[in-house]
Each structure stands twice: as C-alpha cells, then as structure tokens.
C-alpha cells in the first residue's frame, strides 16, 4: 500500500483557514469585553434617577464627568503602564506636584509661599515640563539600572509628596494665574473643557493601544518581555517613554483639577491612586500586564462616579464611599481569578 503523503500547501491552507477563523472570534471577544461594564453604567443611571431625579440632569451629568476626567487622565496613565506589565504609584504624587511647583514659581511672593520668579504664561508649560521630569526620572531608575518599578515609584510617591509639602509649608496655592483656571473653568457648548480633553486623551490612547506599532508593542511587553525582546521591539525605550508620558497625563490631569479649583493643595491627589487602581481592575486592566484597553478603563472610572455620585445623592457619609472603593477592587480582583482561571501574582 502506497504512503500518503499530506501536501504543504494544503495543510498551510487550513493554518491560515484556522487563524481567519480565530482573529476575528478573539476580536469579537475582546469587544465584547470593553462593553462588559454598559450594562452596569445603564443600570446605575436607573437606579440613581429613582433615589433622586436630579441625577439625570444636565447640570450633575457635567458636574460627574469634570471631576471624573482630572482622575481620568491618571488612569489612562495607569493603564497604559499596567498594559506594559508595570506599575506607577508615583502618579498621584505628580498629580500635585507638578501644578504646585507652577504656582510655587508663578505666584506673587506674600500670596501663601509663592515666589513669583516667573511670568503667570509659564505655568502651563512649567507644569507639563514637571510631569516629563518626573518620568524621565522614574524611567531612568526602571529601566537603565533595573531598580524594581514599584519599590522606585512608591519612593517617588513619597519623595514628591515630601517636596510638595515642602514648597509651599503645607498650605494651599492661591492666587493661580489666568493660564492655569483655564482648563478648569472655561466652557465650550457649556460643558468645560477639562471634559472635552480628557475625551480627546482617552480617544487617542484608544487608537494608539488599538491600531499603532507602539501599542502593539506594549501588549507584547507585557505580556512576555523576553519574547518581546527577541521580536525585536527596542523594550527600554518602549518602556521609558510609556512612563514618560503616563507621569505627563497625570501633571496634566492636576492641572486640570487646580484650574476647577483655583488652588493647588498641599495634599492634591493624596490617595487618588487607589481610585485608580479601582477604576482600571474593574475596567478589565490586567495586573499581571499585556491586557486591557483603555475603553474598558474609561467605563471603569465612569462607574466608579457615577456610584459616588448616586451615593452622595443618598446622603452616604464619605467614608463609606472611601471603603466602596477598595471593596470593588477586591471583588474585581476575584472576578478576574475565577474567570481567567490564573492566579495572580
């Protein structure tokens, strides 16, 4: 009896029949993952509207997403480092730091601890500038000498709170520039820009993540940075730039909440970054990193104010709504074991 052979061509054919048949199934779960959390957002619009129809107004719609877009922007920072398999306690830090060291320099001397060394227009880039810096640093430590990511940035987060407090002797800024209540307290079709920006961030972190080399890059680094390596994806600059511009959005984002506020507290963003935490894990942000989208973070932080909003409508003490946010972050965290079946390190 005569050996049968298989041809190549035919069993490439069915390879490539099977992966045509798969990309398009892995996508359409990937999607059906960043619309998991709709269902939720829609049932808490419901449930808000009963407890207190002032919920559905225009009026707090707008009042919810200004306050979520400044925490916004450091969860899209964070997500973008979990996704490449790291972590940034130091955001929160930054989120105060680099608007306090703007007014430290822009506001008149006598007006709290302010030096007026330079004219009210810089405070914008001079924020900006502080946020880059900040990321360099922590890229600097990460990446070049190989220091552990989140021993380095939770001494970063300890280091800029520590400096913080020390420019302005544990006061709140006041006295804040035209330029940086411009973010905070401008109107475009009555809704503010801050709304506007953080919308426009998040979009592009959807394209960037989604359709670019680079995002394409950091999955890859996050999900086996070895492998990535031997892909030939330059993983140190990959890496540095990613915390580069996570420590940029997150200046950006407190300049956004000191513009609302015109003021830069000496504790601005003391604590935010468990919120963030919480936003991006129940938004579907992995861990242990190379998955999660930057849709699904933009769903978990909406959530997350749209319950504290619900909440305070019910007249919940704030307390309460502190623990809510750890509370979620657990059960995500055993959602996610259960149904991803991997134990998390």
């Known amino acids: ?77 964070q997500t973008l480092v979990l996704v490449a398999g790291r972590m940034d306690l130091s955001l929160e830090s930054t989120f105060g730091l680099a608007p306090g060291v703007a007014a430290w320099l822009v506001v008149a001397p006598g007006v709290t601890h302010g030096l007026g060394a330079l004219p009210g227009w810089t405070s914008v880039p001079v924020t900006l500038l502080v946020g880059v810096v900040v990321g360099l640093v922590n890229g600097l430590l990460i990446v070049r000498f190989q220091l552990h990511g989140f021993v380095v940035t939770l001494g970063m987060l300890i280091v800029l709170r520590g400096l913080l407090t020390g420019i302005s ?44 080399r680079i995002g394409r890059a950091l999955y890859a680094i996050g999900g086996n940075i070895d492998a990535a390596k031997a892909a030939g994806i330059r ?76 909440l305070t409508l019910a007249g919940v003490p704030a307390q309460w709504i502190a623990a809510l946010n750890g509370a979620i972050i657990l059960i995500a965290l055993i959602v996610s074991r259960i149904t991803s079946g991997k134990a998390q390190e």
């Open 169 to 212: 002797g544990g006061q709140t800024f006041f006295g804040l520039p035209t330029s940086m209540l411009y973010l905070g307290t401008t109107l475009w079709l009555g809704v503010p820009v801050s709304v506007y920006l953080c919308f426009l961030m998040f979009a592009i972190g959807v394209l960037v993540l989604g359709y670019t």
């Open 235 to 310: 993983t140190d600059r990959v890496l540095w730039g990613t915390l580069t511009v996570a420590s940029l959005l997150a200046a950006l984002g407190g300049l956004m909440l000191s513009g609302r506020l015109a003021s830069v507290a000496a504790a601005q963003g003391n604590g935010a970054i468990f919120t963030v935490f919480a936003a991006a894990v129940i938004g579907g942000v992995s861990l242990n990193g190379g998955k999660g989208t930057v849709f699904g973070a933009f769903t978990g932080i909406l959530l997350l104010y749209m319950i504290q909003n619900v």
């Open 1 to 77: 009896m005569a050996d049968t052979e298989l041809d190549p061509a035919v069993g490439k054919t069915e390879d490539a029949g099977a992966e045509a048949v798969e990309r398009p199934r892995s996508l359409l779960l990937a999607g059906l993952r960043d619309l998991a959390l709709v269902p939720a957002i829609l049932v808490i619009a419901v449930v808000g509207y009963l407890i207190n129809p002032v919920f559905l107004q225009s009026d707090n719609l707008i009042n919810i997403l200004q306050t979520m877009s400044e925490i916004g922007l450091l969860v899209l920072a």
